[in-house]
T-cell receptor, first 113, second 110 residues
Framework: NAGVTQTPKFQVLKTGQSMTLQCAQDMNHNSMYWYRQDPGMGLRLIYY???????DKGEVPNGYNVSRLNKREFSLRLESAAPSQTSVYFC????????????FGPGTRLTVL | QKEVEQDPGPLSVPEGAIVSLNCTYSNSAFQYFMWYRQYSRKGPELLMY????GNKEDGRFTAQVDKSSKYISLFIRDSQPSDSATYLCAMSGGAQKLVFGQGTRLTINP
């Protein structure tokens, strides 16, 4: 099993460009999450999806949109990238509740110039 | 004030030392406490999981939770260079979301 996969691994954007970060899990998990990680800030939740067909905002949702395409896939879209969105983005999944173990992908390193 | 506070370090100790990593929190509803380990340029992985107060031991690692003080700790005995990583505490009140600390960057020097 691949676990949680993310594409791309690296991306450089110019201010105002858009892009979609892809995430997929093969563990038949119900819940999926998008985090960003900045130096000294830990992991901050952007959006999550408790189950297929539902999405909810996390701590830092502004500037992002998400789509739970099916049970396996959860994408994160930046409509108009800003330098403040330069970060490392992690996708995670759990079998059910947030108290379950979260399994993380390898991350996407995004730089916005 | 953040819900979860963790000293970001960095922390550097010699091989074989006992390491103590700590987090404080403000939300008394937190019942589930976790420690994740993150190697450089990798995603975090669950290391320890504790429910409510008390201690949990797994090999060289011990997790402690003191709910009365809103304080959790991770101890690493006989530290090894392979323990060099960033350690993130995380906690939840049972809802869908985890709240993470800032992470402590730890280096074990041979």
């Amino acid at each position: 099993n691949a676990g949680v996969t993310q594409t791309p691994k690296f991306q450089v954007l110019k201010t105002g460009q858009s892009m979609t970060l892809q995430c997929a899990q093969d563990m038949n998990h119900n819940s999926m999450y998008w985090y960003r990680q900045d130096p000294g800030m830990g992991l901050r939740l952007i959006y999550y999806s408790a189950s297929e067909g539902t999405t909810d905002k996390g701590e830092v949702p502004n500037g992002y949109n998400v789509s739970r395409l099916n049970k396996r896939e959860f994408s994160l879209r930046l409509e108009s990238a800003a330098p403040s969105q330069t970060s490392v983005y992690f996708c995670a999944s759990t079998a059910g509740l947030g108290t379950d173990t979260q399994y993380f992908g390898p991350g996407t390193r995004l730089t916005v110039l | 004030q953040k819900e979860v506070e963790q000293d970001p370090g960095p922390l550097s100790v010699p091989e074989g030392a006992i390491v103590s990593l700590n987090c404080t929190y403000s939300n008394s509803a937190f019942q589930y406490f976790m420690w994740y380990r993150q190697y450089s340029r990798k995603g975090p992985e669950l290391l320890m999981y504790t429910y409510s107060s008390g201690n949990k031991e797994d090999g060289r690692f011990t997790a402690q939770v003191d709910k009365s003080s809103k304080y959790i700790s991770l101890f690493i005995r006989d530290s090894q260079p392979s323990d060099s990583a960033t350690y993130l505490c995380a906690m939840s009140g049972g809802a869908q979301k985890l709240v993470f600390g800032q992470g402590t960057r730890l280096t074990i020097n041979p």
